[in-house]
């Protein structure tokens, strides 16, 4: 849509730091206020919208359209998120191994093994793998050491920890993420390992990937950044 506002503010209210244009408060999809409970984030917000030039382009504005995602989409249905994540502890993607080809199962083991002594060091509870295709169940201690994490996280965190494991496949990677363990770009090798090896297999620096897993590729790390984005000013601002 093209731009029809000249002034963008933030307006302090009873429930956080509103986004207002022209002195009217942006409305999320679901027409509820865009408010964030973080100056900072809201002034970083506000800054989006500023740089908009003859058009709006919602894509230009990645920490707006997650703040709307978490108003329309995450604290309304909280609850259903959070169950549907602590399903990933039994399918998680770094459980389940292949031995064959072997290299597959090498990069596996250098990308994912570490997460594993992770978990095993910090909740002192080891997690299971397996090569076969029958289904695993966690031990309960690391079902109640993970839903303690996401329960207790508020809407900003759960939402990264959300997004985090679906995009990635793992509720595993996405805490040791969330609790400074990994960088975003461990989270991003670790999500691709089958990936890379069929690009160093078919000769992707020669013929190239598939578009629509570029597109992936792309969407993955535009959405890692921006949730590390979300991080830093959650911490600058010690909310």
């Known amino acids: 849509m093209k731009r029809f506002y000249t002034q963008v503010t933030v307006a302090s209210t009873d429930t956080g730091y509103e986004i207002h ?13 865009l408010t964030s409970p973080c100056h900072k984030l809201a002034d970083t917000m506000a800054a989006e919208w500023r740089m908009q030039e003859d058009e709006v382009l919602p894509e230009s504005m990645p920490l707006s359209q997650l703040m709307m995602t978490v108003i329309d989409r995450v604290t309304p249905n909280r609850e259903r998120l959070e169950q549907e994540i602590l399903g990933y502890l039994d399918t998680d993607l770094i459980f389940y ?10 990069l596996q083991q250098e990308r994912w093994d570490p997460v594993l002594e992770w978990f095993d060091s910090s909740f002192g509870v ?8 029958m289904g695993l169940k966690q031990p309960a201690s690391a079902h109640e050491r993970v839903a303690d994490i996401i329960r207790k996280a508020d809407d900003l965190d759960f939402a990264e920890l959300y ?14 993420h969330f609790m400074g363990a990994i960088t975003a770009e461990d ?6 390992v089958e990936e890379d090896i069929k690009y160093d297999l078919y000769m992707g620096d020669t013929y190239g990937e598939a578009p629509d897993l570029e597109k992936r590729r792309a969407r993955f790390r535009k959405d890692m950044e ?3 984005r979300l991080r830093d000013i959650k911490s600058a601002q010690q909310i």
């Open 187 to 192: 989270v991003y090798a670790a999500s691709f």
């Open 97 to 106: 191994r292949t031995a064959d080809p072997p290299e597959t199962g090498a």
């Open 21 to 33: 244009l022209d002195g009217k408060p942006v409305n999320t999809p679901e027409r509820q206020r």
């Open 163 to 176: 997004l985090t494991t679906t995009e990635s496949g793992s509720v595993l990677l996405s805490l040791a």
């Open 226 to 228: 921006t949730l590390t």
């Open 126 to 133: 080891k997690l299971k793998t397996t090569t076969d295709l």
